[in-house]
C-alpha cells in the first residue's frame, strides 16, 4: 500500500479549507505559493470539463504521481523549460502524469525525472501534445522511467513540436491506437526515439531523430489484439542513431541493436519516403519479422502476422552508416559479405516472409518489400541461420501505391 509523505497530506488539508469555491476554474496558481504541489494534486483530482489548469514558471518538486481522470481539460504551461515539474524525488506511482480522459490537451511544459514513464495516457481520445518535452536529466540509463510520451489505447491523437530524452524504453511512442500524428519533434538520448506501436494509421513527418539506439521504429508486437498498419514515415532526420542498447532486459526493445535508423518490424502497409538518413552505424533501414525478436509462435496473438509486407521505401536521401554493425553476429555477416573495411548497404532485411502468402486467392511473389533510391541491400537468410545471406536486388525492385495521409478531422 502506497503511503503519502505527512507534510503533503497537511498541504492538502490546509489546501482544501483554504480553497475559494467562488475563483474561476482557469485561475493559475500562483508560482510563489508554497502549496502549489498540493494544489496542483488537488486541482487534478477536482477537474471539471472545460477547466484550463495554468502551471506558472519554475520548477516544483512532487514526491509522487499526478493523475487526471476527467475529459475536456486542458494543462498548460509558461512554456517549454519555464514550467517544470520535478519527480526527481518521487517515492510513490508509476507515472509523472497519468491522464485518463478525452479531448485532453497538454502543452508548454517540461516533466522530468519521473520514476516511471513522463506522461501516460490511456483509452483516451481527442489528445493533443504540444510543446511538452519529458526527459531524465542524468544521461541513459537503465534506471531511467521506460516512456516518455505514452499515449496507448487512444484515438485521434496529435503530437507535435515536443521534446523526449533519456526514456530507457521509447522517447515518443503511441501504441495500440487509431489516428496519430507526429510531427517537428525531437527525439534523443532514448533507446527507441520515435516507436509507432501495433496502431493503425499514422503520419510521422518532420521529426528529428538522433543519438538514441534506433531512430523510429515501426513495431508490431505479437501478444496484443490489435495489428498495425498504414503508417507513413516522411520527412523526418534520423541521423547517427547509435547510442548502446539500455533497455531493461528481456523487453522487446532491448534486442534493437545499437545504430538502428528507420526498423520495421512484422508491420504491413509502410510507406517511408522524402527522410534524410545517415550515419546509423548497423543499418540506415532494418526490416524484419518477429522472429528475429526471439517470439515463438506460441507466444502470438491468434492471427498475427508475423511478417513485414507490403513495405514502399522510396525517395530517401541516404547515406553513411552500416560500417560497425552491433552484436558479433552482424559483424561477422558485414566482415564475411564485404570484409573488415566494407560496410552493409543502406537496407538489411532478416529474410523472414510466409511462403504460402495469397492475394486475392492467388499465391502472392515473396513479401512485397519494394525499395527505391537506396544502395543496395542485404538478404540476411534468418530461416536459414543466416548462412546463404543474398546482396540480390532485383526481388525489391518494385512500387507499390501510395497510402493516404492521416486526417485527425481538425481542421
Known amino acids: 500500500m502506497r503511503q503519502h509523505v505527512v507534510v503533503v497530506a497537511l498541504l492538502l488539508a490546509l489546501s482544501a479549507c483554504q480553497k475559494d469555491q467562488t475563483a474561476p476554474a482557469s485561475a493559475a496558481v500562483a508560482a510563489g505559493d508554497a502549496g502549489f504541489v498540493a494544489t496542483l494534486h488537488e486541482r487534478l483530482l477536482d477537474a471539471k470539463p472545460g477547466e484550463v489548469i495554468e502551471i506558472p514558471a519554475g520548477k516544483f518538486s512532487f514526491d509522487r504521481s499526478l493523475t487526471l481522470r476527467a475529459n475536456g481539460v486542458t494543462i498548460r504551461g509558461a512554456g517549454m523549460d519555464k514550467s517544470v515539474l520535478s519527480f526527481k524525488g518521487q517515492k510513490a506511482g508509476a507515472e509523472g502524469l497519468l491522464v485518463n480522459g478525452d479531448d485532453f490537451t497538454i502543452e508548454n511544459l517540461t516533466i522530468e525525472d519521473s520514476k516511471g514513464d513522463g506522461l501516460k495516457i490511456s483509452e483516451s481520445k481527442n489528445i493533443t501534445i504540444r510543446k511538452v518535452k519529458v526527459q531524465w536529466t542524468g544521461g541513459p540509463s537503465t534506471k531511467n522511467g521506460a516512456y516518455g510520451l505514452y499515449p496507448v489505447l487512444t484515438k485521434n491523437v496529435l503530437i507535435e513540436d515536443s521534446v523526449a530524452i533519456g ?3 521509447a522517447g515518443i511512442y503511441v501504441g495500440q491506437s487509431d489516428g496519430v500524428i507526429v510531427r517537428r519533434s525531437r527525439a534523443e538520448s532514448n533507446v527507441a526515439g520515435i516507436e509507432i506501436e501495433n496502431t493503425i494509421n499514422a503520419d510521422v513527418y518532420e521529426n528529428v531523430a538522433t543519438r538514441n539506439t534506433g531512430g523510429i521504429l515501426v513495431f508490431n508486437m505479437p501478444n496484443l489484439t490489435q495489428q498495425g498498419g498504414n503508417i507513413r514515415v516522411f520527412n523526418n532526420k534520423v541521423i547517427a542513431n547509435n547510442t548502446e542498447n539500455f533497455g531493461a532486459k528481456g523487453t522487446p526493445v532491448a534486442s534493437v541493436p545499437a545504430g538502428s535508423g528507420m526498423v520495421v518490424n ?7 519516403f522524402d527522410n534524410e538518413i545517415s550515419d546509423n552505424a548497423t543499418a540506415n533501414f532494418i526490416i524484419s519479422s518477429v522472429y528475429s525478436t526471439g517470439y515463438k509462435d506460441s507466444s502470438m496473438a491468434k492471427d498475427f502476422d508475423p511478417y513485414p509486407e507490403r513495405i514502399y521505401v522510396h525517395g530517401n536521401k541516404v547515406s553513411g552508416g552500416g560500417d560497425s554493425p552491433d552484436g558479433l553476429d552482424l559483424k561477422a555477416l558485414k566482415v564475411a559479405m564485404f570484409g573488415l573495411g566494407g ?11 510466409n511462403k504460402d502468402r495469397k492475394v486475392d486467392g492467388k499465391a502472392a511473389t515473396g513479401p512485397e518489400i519494394c525499395l527505391r533510391d537506396v544502395s543496395g541491400v542485404v538478404n540476411a537468410d534468418g530461416p536459414g541461420g543466416y548462412k546463404n545471406p543474398s546482396k540480390d536486388a532485383k526481388p525489391f525492385e518494385c512500387d507499390l501505391p501510395r497510402l493516404p495521409a492521416v486526417d485527425l478531422g481538425r481542421g
Open 343 to 353: 560496410s552493409f548497404p543502406d537496407v538489411l532485411w532478416d529474410g523472414y516472409y
Open 167 to 169: 526514456a530507457s524504453d
Open 266 to 272: 512484422a508491420n504491413d502497409d509502410v510507406e517511408i
